[in-house]
Structure formats: structure tokens, C-alpha cells
């Protein structure tokens, strides 16, 4: 599986972004989804993830009511909705696809089998 995120950038605090995530060479509808962010001199952090399109997603407590997953099967696609971005959001979002993973895994940065390359978000103050 290859993942290709796209979509980051530099915005202003309170400003919103949107990250997708490509998806090629796997059965997608197999897949669990995330999104994790790594900050400069920090470790890669779970941000979101999604198992199938339309259900409960888990969220980090950092981004709930802010950020939103979401899926698109038909197009091989993952996408991440921020909204009131905040300074302390500036990280590279990596997105990642993990093997019929259980809810309980989702969170777990080693569960995920397939990473994407990374794209920088920079928020201003």
C-alpha cells in the first residue's frame, strides 16, 4: 500500500485546513485509517483514525471538536478537516493505513503498517 498526503501549508490561528491522504495498491475497504503529527523534537503523535466511512471515529483529546476524519472508499481516500488551528497544531501530519485493525489498536502508533511521507501544517500566531 502507498500513501500520498497532500494539503498542508502555512495558515493564521484560527484557520482551517484540510489534509488528504491518497491510497494505491491495497484493498482501502480493508484498511483502517489515521492520522498522527510529529512536532519538532516530539514523537509521532495519534490524531484520528477511521475504520469504516460514516462511524464513530476516535479522536485525541488536543484536536476533538476541531478536527474531523473522514473516508471516501469509492476514491481511495482519507481526509482531515482542521478547524480552529492553534499555534501549538504546526507539526508534520503523516497519514498511516493499518490491517483490519480492532478499535482498541486504533490509537497505537505501531499498529500501522503503511505510512504516508508527511505533510508540513504551520500555524502563525
Known amino acids: 500500500v502507498q500513501l500520498q498526503a497532500s494539503g498542508g501549508g502555512l495558515v493564521q490561528a484560527g484557520g482551517s485546513l484540510r489534509l488528504s491522504c491518497a491510497a494505491s495498491g491495497g484493498t482501502f475497504s480493508n484498511y483502517a485509517m489515521a492520522w498522527f503529527r510529529q512536532a519538532p523534537g516530539k514523537d509521532r503523535a495519534f490524531i484520528a483514525a477511521i475504520r469504516r466511512p460514516n462511524t464513530v471515529a476516535p479522536y485525541a483529546d488536543s484536536v476533538k471538536g476541531r478536527f474531523t476524519i473522514s473516508r471516501d472508499n469509492a476514491k481511495n481516500m482519507v481526509y482531515l478537516q482542521m478547524n480552529s488551528l492553534r499555534p501549538e497544531d504546526t507539526a508534520v501530519y503523516y497519514c498511516?493505513?493499518?490491517?483490519?485493525?480492532?478499535?482498541?489498536?486504533?490509537?497505537?502508533?505501531?499498529?500501522?503498517?503503511?505510512w504516508g511521507q508527511g505533510t508540513q501544517v504551520t500555524v502563525s500566531s
Open positions: 498511516a493505513a493499518g490491517y483490519q485493525l480492532i478499535t482498541s489498536s486504533l490509537r497505537t502508533l505501531r499498529s500501522y503498517d503503511y
